[in-house]
């Protein structure tokens, strides 16, 4: 059974960090490409972050380039999504999901998500 489960989300100050985790179970992620996605309210769903099984390899979308970054801990079998210097706009639930070719069409796996909220 391949299940997904975000957390780590939270109420931030602008330009706060914090850290999104995605555990798996079911599945080794070391062997899937993950990708990190999130949805505001009355907005599409968008990619923020993936990487890739093989060989680690990262992508970011232009609105988080610098500021986010994307790892995974083989040991815990978590995927992760370090976010610094967070905006307003970064407000949404995050998803995480096995996401090939890095996207969300086809991806499976999803959670309920985590929301993150950068307000003052």
């Known amino acids: 059974q391949v299940q997904l489960v975000e957390s780590g989300g939270g109420l931030v100050q602008p330009g706060g960090s914090l850290r999104l985790s995605c555990a798996a179970s079911g599945f080794r992620l070391v062997y899937y490409t993950i990708g990190w996605f999130r949805q505001a309210p009355g907005k599409e769903r968008e990619g923020v972050s993936c990487i890739i099984g093989t060989d680690g390899t990262t992508t970011y979308a232009d609105s988080v380039k610098g500021r986010f970054t994307i790892s995974r801990d083989d040991a815990k079998n978590t995927v992760y999504l370090q976010m610094n210097s967070l905006k307003p706009e970064d407000t949404a639930v995050y998803y995480c999901?096995?996401?090939?070719?890095?996207?969300?069409?086809?991806?499976?796996?999803w959670g309920q998500g985590t929301q993150v909220t950068v307000s003052s």
């Open positions: 999901a096995v996401a090939y070719y890095c996207s969300e069409y086809g991806a499976y796996g």
